[in-house]
């Protein structure tokens, strides 16, 4: 269908419209010079080519759809305000915190705050909040009766929650190969296995492997088992009355993907189980384990100044990361271009199909970059930190470290890692497996008196909740405002006095949500209060209820 046209194309279609005054007889014959003519004196070249032009345009009745514009630009011209030989440039400010511009903040605030010796280090006071109804404590019920006839079998990632509430037998839980992170690793590589059995002992039946038997019926192919395709965040319920059924039936299913697949508003009873699968039962294998251990015991002697107190971060700066949050820092045409042949080794097209805009300036404004080096000891300074301080720093291979991680150094002299920490021969088992050295990482954080957790992910949220577990429900945490980060680090004109001030607010915030109880749709992973805890002045045990 087409647009109705206001310029008549056949002479009877539509009435023509009056004749331009310009082409009447009166102007056509005998034209007299006057307020309209181009030819006055006084005008420049520039003046009778506008109006000659315009005269022209105006013969054919097309124009009259282009009049508004031409009009305009005509006058412009006759006024003198737009000149041929010059094209005025628009220059658009980017808004605030947009642009990455730490480096000059640091190199602003450098002076002040290396002489600023105003307060105690925030290692010894931190930590001032208390929960109004006391500290928590675990309390997660171990039933002593044994199980009944299992219902079945489920080949499953992660769910001894599902598998207890449908009375299955668990097979060990399996980790899928990452395209990124490259690590074969198996559950007992990471994991003490007969200790998680033994733990969910008269709880969930757990297993190493499918019976002959059953694995006969699939030609000893799990992939040919049935799958089920959950959708994300479904309810027990679900698992009731559509996953049960089949399992009687099967006697063996399949549940993949799993991640995100069992709703956190869930019954007492599957709350309880997925407390002490979590809580209690994961434990890192015994090699990992010491490890982890022994490096704990050499940061608390390091700190031994501040009585054993360390701060541990975790720093998402590695490559696949800056590549993958699409931000721009201060790398120039080198950093785009390694982080371009990042994307397409991890996320082949992903972040180059058709209609894909990528707006680095609205991702940081929206707090979604990850923190750099230098951004982390600004912000620590700022809370109150001393150089002094000894901070322990978990993280994969740093993107550029050799610049990136200079003025954290130069902040904060004495940081530790886990490659300065051990020996070569201590760390040559779990070198090149990703999880195992993760897992070394979160023994040492979860022991600090401080964590500061600089993005998101699976490390950050299990750690809080682990922290909060052990620590009387305080997750001793500081969790930084990036969206008011983004800000500051944009304003290369901040004092010191104010930017400490702001620093010193987000850190008494992150105390004041130490304590947190669990919301209807919060994680219990993150959040084990009340759930998995009870408060110390209390004996009632919320998690009490046996498992269905």
């Avoid at 059995?197 to 008269?202: C, G, K, M, T, V």
């Amino acid at each position: 269908m087409h647009a109705k046209n206001r310029i008549s194309s056949s002479g009877h279609s539509t009435p023509s419209p009056p004749a331009s005054p310009l082409r009447s007889p009166r102007y056509r014959h005998g034209r007299k010079p006057g307020r309209f003519s181009p030819f006055q004196p006084g005008r420049t070249v520039a003046h009778h080519v506008a109006w000659l032009l315009l005269s022209v345009l105006l013969r054919r009745q097309g124009i009259f759809l282009f009049a508004p514009l031409i009009y305009i630009s005509g006058r412009l011209i006759y006024m003198g305000t737009v000149s041929f030989d010059v094209v005025p440039l628009v220059k658009h400010r980017p808004a605030p915190g947009s642009v990455y511009r730490s480096p000059q903040v640091y190199e602003k605030l450098k002076i002040e705050m290396n002489e600023d010796c105003s307060s105690a280090d925030a290692i010894l006071t931190i930590w001032k909040n208390s929960y109004k109804g006391g500290e928590w404590r675990p309390c997660v019920s171990k039933p002593s009766e044994g199980l009944p006839e299992s219902n079945g079998y489920i080949y499953i990632c992660n769910a001894v929650a599902v598998a207890g509430y449908l009375n299955a037998t668990l097979l060990i839980p399996n980790f899928h190969f990452h395209s990124i992170w490259r690590d074969p690793s198996k559950f007992k590589d990471i994991y003490d296995e007969d200790y998680f059995i033994s733990a969910l002992e008269n709880n969930v039946q757990v297993v190493d492997k499918i019976p002959e038997y059953i694995m006969e019926r699939f030609d000893h192919n799990l992939t040919n088992v049935y799958n089920f395709k959950i959708k994300a965040w479904s309810s027990i319920q679900y698992y009731r009355d559509e996953v049960l059924p089949k399992l009687l039936e099967e006697k063996i299913i399949r549940i993949s993907p799993f991640a995100n697949r069992l709703s956190f508003d869930a019954p007492p009873a599957v709350q309880r189980l997925r407390c002490l699968a979590n809580y209690e039962a994961l434990r890192f294998s015994s090699t990992i384990l010491s490890l982890g251990e022994t490096l704990v015991a050499r940061m608390k002697k390091l700190s031994a100044n501040t009585g054993g107190k360390y701060v541990s971060v975790h720093l998402r700066f590695e490559e696949d990361m800056v590549a993958f949050s699409c931000c721009v820092f201060d790398g120039g045409e080198q950093e785009k271009e390694d982080m371009k042949n990042a994307r397409e080794r991890g996320w082949k097209g992903k972040f180059t199909k058709p209609g894909r805009v990528i707006r680095p300036g609205a991702i940081r404004i929206n707090g979604k970059c990850p923190l750099t080096p230098l951004e982390v000891g600004l912000m620590l300074r700022g809370m109150g930190f001393g150089n002094n301080t000894y901070i322990f720093l978990a993280s994969g291979k740093i993107y550029n470290a050799e610049k990136t991680m200079a003025p954290l150094l130069d902040m904060f002299p004495n940081l530790q890692t886990k490659q300065m920490l051990a020996s070569e021969e201590e760390l040559a088992p779990y070198k090149n497996f990703s999880s195992r050295m993760a897992a070394i990482d979160y023994t040492v954080c979860l022991h600090s008196e401080v964590f500061v957790t600089t993005q998101g992910g699976n490390f950050p949220h299990f750690l809080m909740g682990h922290r909060r577990y052990l620590f009387g429900g305080h997750s001793k945490t500081i969790r930084p405002d990036k969206r008011k980060l983004a800000l500051l680090f944009d304003n290369p004109n901040i004092g010191w006095k104010s930017f400490k001030r702001q620093m010193l607010n987000m850190r008494s915030h992150s105390d004041s949500k130490g304590f947190e109880l669990k919301k209807l749709v919060d994680s219990i992973y993150t959040f084990p209060c009340p759930d998995c805890m009870c408060r110390t002045n209390k004996s009632t045990n919320p998690g009490s209820s046996s498992a269905i």
